[in-house]
């Protein structure tokens, strides 16, 4: 029994992956820098050049799309790891005149969203979590795994992700490093109609969160209780 307790773990940090939106999103783009790179052998040479520059141990980008969790905690190592040499190496293919327009605007459009604050932060968050997850989750497997060490593991697990609560200035800031930018793209706040609401009419305006604010309620602590273990 103790053999196949990774796999509840797994569908717990599938389920947390998959309550966002904008983790969706986030997942999605992994898969779209793979899809990019692997589909032409000049990209994929640009992109290695890129990161061997930088150190030659460093991974190329990962697929995600495969019913294994590990993939998605190799993908984001990866992202993480060679982060500013996969931007450069878009840059580059989206000046590079001698590619096609609709590969230019992929590449530009796969730079632009790895330029935001987001995308840095989230890289953290999630590399930060799956790395644990899945060190977790192999020990689970371990089929001389005792009881007493299958639930120290997941208790420690859970005091990991209770940790990561008050983490998120932390991240913030190691995301702007990565993203090269500490704004957050503007979101288009929706007004209150007063005929649709009048008895609201006279009513104190609700208190406006700045976006770090915003992110870190609606995304990043949303997230961290999702993952908690229970």
């Given at each position: 029994?103790?053999?196949?307790?990774?796999?509840?773990?797994?569908?717990?940090?599938?389920?947390?992956?998959?309550?966002?939106?904008?983790?969706?999103?986030?997942?999605?783009?992994?898969?779209?820098?793979?899809?990019?790179?692997?589909?032409?052998?000049?990209?994929?040479?640009?992109?290695?050049?890129?990161?061997?520059?930088?150190?030659?141990?460093?991974?190329?980008?990962?697929?995600?799309?495969?019913?294994?969790?590990?993939?998605?905690?190799?993908?984001?190592?990866?992202?993480?790891?060679?982060?500013?040499?996969?931007?450069?190496?878009?840059?580059?293919?989206?000046?590079?005149?001698?590619?096609?327009?609709?590969?230019?605007?992929?590449?530009?459009?796969?730079?632009?969203?790895?330029?935001?604050?987001?995308?840095?932060?989230?890289?953290?968050?999630?590399?930060?979590?799956?790395?644990?997850?899945?060190?977790?989750?192999?020990?689970?497997?371990?089929?001389?795994?005792?009881?007493?060490?299958?639930?120290?593991?997941?208790?420690?697990?859970?005091?990991?992700?209770?940790?990561?609560?008050?983490?998120?200035?932390?991240?913030?800031?190691?995301?702007?490093?990565k993203a090269g930018t500490t704004e957050y793209v503007a979101t288009r706040q929706r007004q209150r109609n007063v005929r649709l609401n009048p008895l609201d009419y006279g009513r104190e305006p609700e208190a406006v969160m700045s976006l770090s604010q915003s992110?870190?309620?609606?995304?990043?602590?949303?997230?961290?209780?999702?993952?908690?273990?229970?």
């Amino acid at each position: 029994m103790i053999l196949f307790s990774g796999h509840p773990l797994n569908l717990v940090g599938q389920s947390a992956a998959e309550c966002c939106p904008a983790a969706v999103a986030f997942f999605a783009l992994l898969e779209d820098i793979y899809v990019f790179f692997t589909a032409s052998t000049r990209r994929y040479e640009i992109l290695t050049e890129s990161l061997k520059l930088y150190d030659s141990h460093v991974c190329v980008p990962k697929r995600i799309s495969t019913t294994r969790w590990s993939c998605r905690a190799d993908a984001t190592k990866a992202l993480m790891q060679g982060y500013t040499h996969i931007v450069r190496a878009l840059e580059r293919i989206s000046d590079d005149h001698d590619e096609m327009a609709e590969v230019r605007s992929k590449a530009r459009g796969l730079h632009d969203r790895m330029c935001m604050l987001e995308t840095g932060i989230y890289t953290i968050f999630w590399n930060d979590i799956l790395e644990r997850v899945n060190v977790t989750s192999k020990m689970l497997q371990d089929s001389q795994l005792n009881l007493n060490c299958a639930v120290a593991a997941v208790k420690s697990l859970e005091h990991f992700t209770e940790s990561k609560r008050d983490c998120f200035d932390d991240y913030e800031r190691r995301g702007a490093d990565k993203a090269g930018t500490t704004e957050y793209v503007a979101t288009r706040q929706r007004q209150r109609n007063v005929r649709l609401n009048p008895l609201d009419y006279g009513r104190e305006p609700e208190a406006v969160m700045s976006l770090s604010q915003s992110f870190r309620v609606q995304n990043s602590y949303r997230l961290l209780i999702s993952l908690l273990p229970h």
